[in-house]
């Protein structure tokens, strides 16, 4: 088993080394601090209308890419010119955003206040009908966590201290069906001492949160399994780097060394995927690439372009479960151990 792990190990000590000169996460701000940040809000609203004037909160535009710069030591990252939307509670296009952020405020403050805990979907249910959708609240969330420049919607991964583990890597997993595929071949078991970890898809902030302060605890190496398609890439790049809408939090949800373990594009004529499991680009797909092979994070990592270079040209896509179409084991019993024993990573 100690052999398993001796690339492992060399790449903890490189990893190690380079600590020093990586970017420090930024303290979480205090609960009193989140409170002063929202009194300032309401006082210059307050303030205002007091002059018969109409109030205006400016959000920042988080679906810009013109809005961040690319950090290699951190990610995504906000610029500080950031572009900024006006809402105006007099004007129709923008009145329900205003008040929805007002709203949400509120229901913050007084969380924050009580050092109670809710989650988007508490807050949601409290009052459906004025959210309307559950993607209106999630929007309307992280526009106040930008305006607040902290996300204050309390979180149990926040609350987390004193992680101790003998873990020699963690391991980001994709999909739940292959997270609990591990768990029933003994994956754990088997290549024990580890930590694997999924967020069933794309990662929601908690998720991510958990890989960032599990990297700040153990220090060890961090691995990706997704699907060789570009939403799995592209799922693989928001641990790493970061997503759009978050940039303005990125050195507290990023994790710049993440490894890409696999499913490389390469794996599926290394390992002779069999072609009945090899799924052509959608249109969909072939957008989703073009639009990686643009980004910074991508072509500033060889390795990672020749992989995309090499799916996009072929225009195939394979899941992890078509490892399993070799042999039933595979992917727990050959392709991870090896991976791991050789330093099969990017």
Not at 55 to 74: D, G, I, Y
Not at 141 to 156: G, H, I, Q, W
Request: proline letters at 4%; hydrophobic letters at 40%; glycine letters at 2%.
């Amino acid at each position: 088993m100690a052999d398993l792990f001796t690339e492992v190990d060399s790449l903890r000590e490189t990893l190690r080394e380079s600590l020093e000169m990586a970017d420090k996460r930024q303290e979480d701000i205090s609960r009193q601090d989140v409170l002063t940040r929202i009194e300032n809000v309401i006082q210059t609203i307050v303030i205002t209308v007091s002059k018969d004037e109409a109030p205006v909160l400016r959000v920042t535009k988080r679906s810009s890419w013109a809005n961040v710069r690319f950090q290699k030591s951190v990610g995504l990252v906000l610029k500080a010119d950031a572009s900024v939307t006006a809402l105006r509670c007099d004007c129709p296009s923008s009145a329900t955003k205003f008040a929805l952020i007002l709203k949400l405020l509120s229901v913050i403050y007084k969380l924050v206040q009580s050092d109670s805990y809710a989650t988007k979907r508490d807050i949601y249910y409290n009052d459906p009908q004025l959210f309307g959708t559950q993607r209106t609240l999630d929007s309307i969330v992280d526009d106040v966590s930008c305006l607040l420049k902290a996300v204050p919607v309390s979180s149990n991964v926040n609350g987390i201290r004193n992680i101790v583990s003998s873990a020699k890597f963690v391991l980001i997993v994709e999909k739940d069906a292959t997270f609990q595929r591990l768990l029933d071949d003994d994956f754990c078991t088997r290549l024990s001492p580890c930590i694997i970890i999924t967020g069933k898809g794309m990662p929601d902030v908690n998720s991510r949160l958990m890989v960032r302060k599990l990297w700040d605890a153990l220090h060890i190496p961090v691995f990706a399994l997704v699907d060789a398609d570009p939403h799995g890439i592209e799922i693989m790049c928001v641990y790493k780097y970061g997503s759009l809408s978050m940039a303005f939090e990125a050195h507290s949800l990023t994790v710049p060394s993440v490894l890409w373990l696999g499913l490389l594009p390469s794996d599926i004529q290394r390992y002779r995927v069999p072609k009945e499991t090899i799924i052509p680009f959608s249109q969909a797909d072939e957008k989703k690439i073009n639009s990686l092979r643009n980004r910074t994070y991508i072509t500033c990592q060889p390795a990672w372009e020749r992989e995309v270079e090499m799916m996009q040209r072929l225009k195939q896509k394979a899941e992890i479960q078509s490892l399993a179409s070799i042999a039933p084991h595979f992917l727990t019993r050959v392709y991870l151990p090896n991976k791991l024993r050789y330093g099969g990573w990017i």
